[in-house]
């Protein structure tokens, strides 16, 4: 399927590795001029060469935070006016929330709340103007799914998501749609950490942990960086223009609810 998306230009966050990495690397397969973001410089030059050099298309890798007005000010000066904006961040620390400091909330917030409405504040009047936008939010399966050691990455994401709420119905009849990913256990550095986090919090074995996370995924496996990014590409395609204010969970089954 031919997504109509060749000639776009997209803003992917935290795509040197893992679940950002994986949407980059799908939108470039359709086309998409990239401007790629993150903190590790080296990698993320990697990357870039790497994404260049197997879909033909061009790549800025642009090194800095984010999180941080100055970071944000370097990618949107490589890309001023993208198509598609892409928003993702490293979860803050797992802990008991009893000994989370007032600072921690605010970069919990800062990280996961405000850097996407901060990026989406400077980019979608632009898409509005054009009449095609599309933004994608990598939140968390914990959006609907709360875990008790996530409290910071809990508040911060439930957060964004009710903002989004409102904002996606306002934009939508200007072609522009916003729609969150709700990653569930990926085969990612961030399901490592989570995975050593719970483990040591249980006072058991990372590998009776991970043994206890595939027992409540129907699909009894993680899920891989490709296919959440050909979700993140099929959203942001000319047939997706129905489809906005949404919560894809893709998680293999494990969330047990309906709705």
């Not at 990014?229 to 223009?241: Q, V, W």
Request: proline share 4%; aromatic share 6%; charged share 20%.
């Amino acid at each position: 399927m031919d997504l109509g998306l060749r000639g776009k230009t997209a803003l992917v966050c935290a795509a040197s590795r893992g679940l950002g990495r994986g949407c980059a690397e799908a939108l470039a397969a359709e086309g998409v001029k990239l401007v790629i973001a993150a903190r590790r410089e080296a990698l993320l030059e990697e990357a870039a060469r790497e994404i260049r050099a197997r879909f033909g298309v061009e790549v800025i890798p642009v090194a800095c935070d984010i999180t941080a007005a100055e970071g944000r000010a370097l990618a949107l000066a490589a890309c001023p006016q993208p198509d598609i904006l892409v928003t993702n961040a490293g979860g803050p620390p797992a802990g008991d929330f009893r000994n989370f400091s007032q600072a921690d909330w605010h970069r919990a917030l800062d990280a996961n709340m405000l850097t996407p409405v901060e990026l989406i504040k400077a980019t979608i009047d632009g898409m509005i103007g054009r009449g095609f936008g599309r933004i994608i939010n990598i939140t968390s399966a914990a959006v609907k799914m709360p875990i008790g050691i996530l409290g910071l990455s809990n508040g911060a994401r439930a957060g964004l998501t009710g903002f989004v709420a409102g904002l996606a119905r306002e934009v939508a009849p200007h072609g522009v749609t916003i729609n969150n990913l709700l990653p569930g256990m990926f085969d990612t550095d961030r399901l490592a950490f989570l995975t050593q986090a719970q483990a040591t919090a249980a006072s058991l074995r990372v590998d009776e942990i991970t043994a206890r996370q595939l027992a409540g995924i129907p699909a009894g496996r993680f899920g891989r960086a490709g296919e959440f990014g050909a979700a993140c590409a099929f959203l942001c395609s000319a047939h997706a223009g129905y489809i906005t204010g949404q919560n894809l969970l893709i998680d293999g089954g494990a969330y047990p609810g309906v709705f």
